[in-house]
């Protein structure tokens, strides 16, 4: 399973093995955030090498998983601290088209988690507008 694969390079901060798991031409999208989206192997090498740099203790939990075909969902849990001392706490999922062991296409739907953001109802009221009387 490439989502085990990608788990214990992340874990190993091993960037070869962990971009060796994408295509040369892998297609990245991040639907919620349409201007991430990008295309290639070195950019996916480049975004972690930095996540490695800066999180020296980046760990990833996989927490569950799905294949249905040649696509693979994961649910993860990515955490560790930053040079600075900061959380580093991201949580979501990902599906991946994969071919011949290797990710051809994703899209990412991961976020920073918020700790003390606003509660449920807040949140409706303000995806809803304005309560039309």
Do not use: K
């Not at 991946?96 to 990710?103: N, Q, W």
Request: glycine share 10%; proline share 4%; aromatic share 10%.
């Amino acid at each position: 399973m490439l989502a085990e694969r990608l788990r214990q390079a992340i874990d190993a901060h091993d960037l070869e093995a962990f971009t060796g798991c994408f295509a040369p031409d892998y297609r990245s999208a991040q639907p919620a955030h349409l201007a991430r989206a990008f295309t290639g192997r070195e950019q996916v090498g480049r975004n972690w090498s930095a996540l490695f740099r800066q999180v020296p203790d980046l760990r990833a939990e996989l927490l569950a998983t799905a294949v249905a075909g040649d696509v693979e969902w994961a649910e993860w849990h990515w955490h560790g601290t930053r040079l600075d001392g900061s959380p580093f706490d991201m949580r979501g999922v990902t599906v991946m088209g994969i071919h011949a062991g290797e990710a051809t296409w994703g899209h990412l739907y991961l976020e920073e988690t918020e700790q003390n953001g606003e509660g449920i109802d807040a949140t409706v009221h303000r995806l809803s507008g304005p309560a039309l009387d």
